[in-house]
Structure formats: C-alpha cells, structure tokens
C-alpha cells in the first residue's frame, strides 16, 4: 500500500500465501496508521487448472471505500460504499498455466461519521467457479401460527443460467435428517438469465422449535440444483422461526412481550486488525455483551461483518442493521441509486439471518424526509416487506422535529444523550401510535476511573420506569474506538466504551450489567434464593427463562432446549481465497 497512483509503488506487491487480517487495513500499520487517500494492493496466483471452463467470479466482501479493480493490467470495473460485497465476471479474463495480478486500487479519502475510515481491503476477497447453472441464493421466511404452534417457511431461489439454451432445472430442498425433499420444484431458465421463484412448506408442530434470544434455534436448509438429472450446484443456509409484532406499546417476540437492552459496537481492534474483525475477537466482543445482558440492538451504522450476524444469530441478539448515511450526507438525495444499490448489497446477502429484525436508511440525517420516505418504500416494495423499516433520529424530541416522518416507520429509533426521560415524553406525545427504541442514548458517560458519569444511574431509572411506548434501549457504546473526530481526547480514541479499546472491562461494564439484568432482586438468606423480576412496565422486562441457582441447584422454566442442527455440508463449488 502506498499513496500515489502507481501500483509499483504497493508494499503488498506480489504476495504469497494467505494474508492475516492485519495486513488488510493500511492504517492498522504503524507506517501507514494515518494515511488518507489513494492505496494500491496487489497479488499474484495462478488458477487450478480444474476451474478451466467453468464461470468464473471474482468476489470482494468489503473494500473501503472506493474501489478500482484490474486483473492482468485490464480494468474490470469499480464499488462505492465500504461495507457490501461486490463481484466482477473474470470467465474471459482469467489466464491458465501462469501467473495472473490482481490489483486493487482503494481510496478512504471519504468518512462519515465519528468512527476511524480504515482503508483498504478489510474483508475477504475470493476467486469462486461453478457451473453454468447455479443456484444464486436461497431467501428463507417464516411465518409462525403461535396458536396452532406450526411454521410456514417460504422459500424464494434465484437460478442463474449462463448457457446459450433454455433450460429446464429440478430444485430440492431438505432439512438434515429428511428422507424425502421438503420442496421439489421445476423451473425453466432462459439463456443466460436469472429467474425467481418462491415455494413453501409446512413444519408440523412437533418440528417448530422457536427462535428467542434465550434459545436461539437454528434451522438448516439444504438445496440442491439439478439439469438432466445431473447436480449443478447445492447451497446451505441457516435460518431460524420467529414472529415479531410492534404495538404503540409493546415489542412481541413470539408472542410475548419485551423490554429489551443492548450495547452499538464499532468495528475497532486497536490497530491491531482495524475494522477487519478477526473471528476470535468477534466471539469475545459478543459474549462480553451478552453476559452484559445485551439482547437488542441498532449495532452500528453499516452492514456487518458476516461472521457477526452467525455469532448474533447463534447467540440471540435481535439486530437492527444500517447503511452508512449520515448527517449532513452528501447521498441524502430522493430515490438515490447508490443508497439502494448498498441496501440491495446488505438485503440480499443478509436476508436468511433470525437476528436481524429490521432495516434503517440512516442516522442522524439533516432535510432527510424525501430521501428516507422513497428509502423505506424501496425495501418494502423491493427488498424486504417482511420486516421492520425505519430511520434513526436525534431531532424528532427537538423543535425542528416535529414534522418528521416517524409514521412512516415501523418502529421510531431515536438517539439522545441528555435528558432522556423528558426527550422520549416528547416523541410519546408526538406520536402516540409509535412505539420507542432508543438506538442511541449516553451521558459523558465515562470518569477517567472508567465509572459512569454522576446522575447516570438516577437517569436511567428515569427513563426505564412507566414508560409505555418504551420498548428498549442500546448504550453508545460496547467499546473505546479510534476516532478523529471533534472532541477525541489527543490519543486518539472516543472512550465511551463500557470496555477499552483493548477489550479490558471498566467499572461502568459492571454498573451497566447490573442495570440490563431483568433481575431486581436476587439474593440468598439461610439457604434460601430469592428471585423477583422487573416489573412489565420496566426496561428491561422479558419472561426469564433460565436460571443458575447459587446454591448449586439449576432452575429452568417450561421452556426445554433442543440440540442445534448439524453444521453445513460443503458446497460443491470451488473457492479459492486470496
């Protein structure tokens, strides 16, 4: 990597062997850790000879955040937006039988918000081949009738056919264990063409087992494409069985109602890994939240790591997920092609995950209504009717407010960091038919002895108590994060984090795990455990479902876990990762 226009220049220059995390971010190096502006990346491979006549695609998960991309010294083509994964045909581009360079120029000039614009490659970059037919992706959604306690799953596939003839293909599906395909469907595919269809089936009673944060349960859906009775392509992808409901003052969750809690976290490891999210770092962050009590969240203002949604859905974190528009954004524009293209790139990739609940267009954004109202339309239209859509706001409490489009939404996600019990009183009164996540909410939170500031306590019980319309909130934020943005202390990082940047816990980690227990009383006097939860009109409140008795005794309600699905089957294409 280097600034400048020339990839001679590039530090990275023919490498061999996979890169380490590390090596992705320029700005994760002491030698680049500031650089902004133009970079160049470049790898030498040469392909298997197996992949020879085969459809070849080569796939970016993530480059921030312009990308200009050549092979053998050929433009393939360029990706805006630093979080979505993007792909370029390379069928005719790719040579056998000797080297091929791939090179990359990227350009963080661009940044948004307070977090660090880490530049670069920061996710995986893979050289995929199949066949002419395959199966483009497999959108699973569920529909529970709590009553009756049996599931529909809709299946909706997208075949891709790069042949020069029409073709007729056989589409099974199964769940592990099945001995006769759960779906089996014909579809016909005109050359070189994609096609749509969607399909359902119906799990009986005895096979519905719930997804709740509490007992995340997981589904796999095995699909195998067939032509001529030959297989072509197969997909795998986990999906999981759960209804959300919204009320102007209840959040249900299969049913029940719940107050629920949670932690945004920025994509930072201390220079380290940047914003590349190492899987041992994404396991720790996650089970420190949990254990913290975090069950819901408007995680941060970008598509996520892969890897993150698995762990949330594994977990049981319910998610709101975000693309990056911000403030004053220069994308604020109606019908922009580009904000829908990263919500087409986030919604098609993420679609199968249970923990993800809804969508939002942006945060925090100035003479936003045109644009986020044609947003919100785009994804119920287009994308995703199925689950929640909405917008954050930090003007909807203040004057300016008053005339946002906060009916529009499903849910109203609101951020402020002063006076919160008074500011969500507002919005309450000003749309009484909405129901309230606080997706953002902080108080100088943090003492330099890594305590919560005085009054923090006293106003969250403020805010948490007899509020109706209040269904959650999520703490600004998980952890300390490099920033160079107004009001950053000289070294360089917002220390709003409940941890350091370094994952070690502060005090204020503690006082806030106490704070999301659902638990108000818990305590043991002459052998005897006492238990008493929040009340239903308290943040948090939600049925508590298990629990580890001090004395050495399990309790665990009527709910009973059921083992997890076995792992996915390999797919029967080639990757290779670069």
Known sequence: MASGVSPKSSTLAKTTGPRSPSQCNWDSTEEHKDHRGIGWYQREFTPDSSLQNKPLRLRFEAVYHEAEVFLNGERLGSHIGGYTPFEFDVTE??????????????????????????????RSVNLIANNPLRL?????????????????????????NKTDAETINLLYSTLPGDSDPRLKTWIKVAPNSTKDREVSFTLSKDEVRLWHFDFPELYTLNTELLF???????????????????TPTSFLLNGESVRLVGFNRVSD??????????????????DLMKQAGCNMTRIMH??????????????????????????HDPQIIRDNPLTKQWLTEMIHRDYNHPSIIGWSVGNEMYDFYPYAISMMSFIRKELDPHRL??????LAFQKQGADEPINETDIALINFYNNWAGFTDIVSERWPDKAIFVSEFGHKQEKPNGHFMDGFEE???????????????????????????????????????????????????????????????????NGTLTVQTRQPTQTPSYPVARLQNPLGKRRTSRRTQTPHPPPRRPRPHSTTPF
């Not at 001529?228 to 919204?246: M, N, P, Y």
């Not at 859509?389 to 930090?394: A, R």
């Open 93 to 122: 581009k790719v040579i056998f039988n000797q080297p091929n360079i791939l090179t990359v120029r990227a350009d963080n000039t661009y940044q948004r918000g307070a977090w660090w614009p880490w530049g670069g490659i920061s």
């Open 136 to 160: 483009v992706w497999q959108h699973i959604r569920t529909e529970p009738d709590l009553e009756a306690g049996t599931t529909e799953v809709f299946v909706k596939y997208r075949i891709e």
């Open 228 to 246: 001529e009775g030959k297989l072509q392509h197969a997909i795998s992808d986990r999906f999981g069985i759960r209804k959300i409901e919204v």
């Open 269 to 286: 490891d201390h220079g380290h890994a940047g914003n590349t999210e190492p899987i041992e770092l994404l396991r720790k962050d996650i």
């Open 302 to 327: 970008y598509p996520q790591h892969p890897d993150l949604l698995r762990l949330c859905d594994e977990k049981g974190i319910l998610l709101i997920c975000e693309i990056p528009v911000w403030q």
């Open 389 to 394: 859509v909405s917008y954050v706001s930090h």
């Open 459 to 525: 106003m969250w019980h403020e805010l948490t108590t007899d509020r109706p319309r209040l269904v959650g909130v999520s703490l600004w934020t998980f952890n300390d994060y490099r920033s160079d943005y107004k009001g950053t202390p000289e070294h360089g990082y917002r220390t709003r984090g409940v941890v350091d940047e370094k994952r070690n816990l502060k005090p204020c980690y503690y006082t806030i795990r106490k704070l999301y227990s659902p638990l108000q009383v818990l305590k043991v006097d």
